[in-house]
């Protein structure tokens, strides 16, 4: 089990991201949240194994519309206490 903070550049925001990563991380069993940042960016927090986070970003880039440019992650610590997959 890990967790990653993940920063989403390109076409990320206003289609269907944010939507998209929650119902691909409650499918894949992952939890965390996701957020459209200021400068047009999207951030995110996923818990799970190596496979379901692979599973989540990939879904994601299926997306029709969406266009990850460029992406920046980094492992953090886990948080046993979190339940589920928000949108912020």
Do not use: C
Request: hydrophobic content about 40%; charged content about 30%; glycine content about 10%.
């Amino acid at each position: 089990m890990i967790r990653k903070y993940i920063r989403f550049y390109g076409f990320v925001q206003g289609v269907g991201f944010r939507y998209r990563a929650k119902y691909a991380a409650e499918f894949a069993g992952a939890v965390g949240w996701v957020r459209n940042e200021d400068d047009g960016s999207v951030s995110m927090e996923i818990q799970g194994t190596e496979a379901q986070i692979d599973r989540v970003i990939l879904e994601i880039e299926q997306g029709r519309y969406v266009k990850i440019e460029n992406m920046e992650a980094r492992t953090i610590p886990l948080k046993s206490d979190e339940h589920g997959f928000r949108i912020r």
